[in-house]
């Protein structure tokens, strides 16, 4: 079985701030992890993902994400937010006992304040 | 690039027709996904598929239907449809690799039914 819960529904950082949105997963055996983003009235697009190499994973936009299986999370991050981040965020969990299906976190709407 | 292509950006339909919503994927993969997006509820899988004319139930498959006839191809059927199927409805492709590969989303057809 498998779970994921994403910390904050809502989370409103100013331009330039830091970005910082949780992500705890539950997996009985070892997991795969993705963070996607949705822009507005768009489908979901790969972030980054962790396989079981590198804990601290770069995604694309400047995005990074570290795993951390001691405190079962997977937070992502970026230095300095900008206004072009504002979308709604999904952190995924999914393993080689799955058959690729994945199961989503609520998600998070980041809202980029100028 | 990946591409994943759904029928309709935006339907209306009325209670008690038959609607039917289509995803094509032009990367040859073997899994085809349909998921339903309703606000705080992140994304919710209705049905699965790892090869033609398989499928699999995902977490809410009550009052929906699926077909895979050609390996491209996955329609999501609702045979007689209700206001409690307005949702965003999302398709998404995935390669058959254990449980690393990344799905591919299509745009989503924001249905709406009166």
């Known amino acids: 079985a498998q779970s994921v819960t994403q910390l904050g529904s809502h989370v409103s950082v100013s331009e330039g701030a830091l970005v910082l949105l949780r992500c705890n997963y539950s997996?009985?055996?070892?997991?795969?992890l993705f963070w996607y983003v949705q822009y507005p009235n768009q489908g979901l697009q790969l972030l980054l993902k962790?396989?079981?190499?590198?804990?601290l994973v770069k995604g694309i936009n400047g995005f990074e994400a570290e795993f951390k299986k001691s405190e079962t999370s997977f937070h992502l991050t970026k230095p300095s937010a900008h206004m072009s981040d504002a979308a709604e965020y999904f952190c995924?969990?999914?393993?080689?006992?799955?058959?690729?299906?994945?199961?989503f976190g609520d998600g998070t709407t980041l809202t980029v304040k100028p | 690039d990946v591409k994943v292509t759904q029928s309709s950006r935006y339907l209306v339909k009325r209670t008690g027709e038959k609607v039917f919503l289509e995803c094509v994927q032009d990367m040859d993969h073997e899994n085809m996904f349909w998921y339903r997006q309703d606000p705080g509820l992140g994304l919710r899988l209705i049905y699965f598929?790892?090869?033609?004319?398989?499928?699999e139930k995902g977490d809410i498959p009550e009052g929906y239907s699926v077909s895979r006839e050609k390996k491209e191809r996955f329609s999501l059927i609702l045979e007689s449809a209700s206001t409690n199927q307005t949702s965003m409805y999302l398709c998404?492709?995935?390669?058959?690799?254990?449980?690393?590969?990344?799905?591919?989303f299509g745009p989503g057809t924001r249905l709406t039914v009166l």
């Open positions: 962790y396989t079981s190499a590198a804990t």
């Open positions: 998404a492709s995935s390669s058959r690799v254990g449980g690393t590969d990344t799905q591919y």
């Open positions: 598929s790892y090869d033609v004319k398989m499928k």
């Open positions: 997996s009985s055996v070892p997991p795969y």
């Open positions: 995924a969990v999914t393993s080689n006992t799955n058959a690729g299906k994945s199961t």
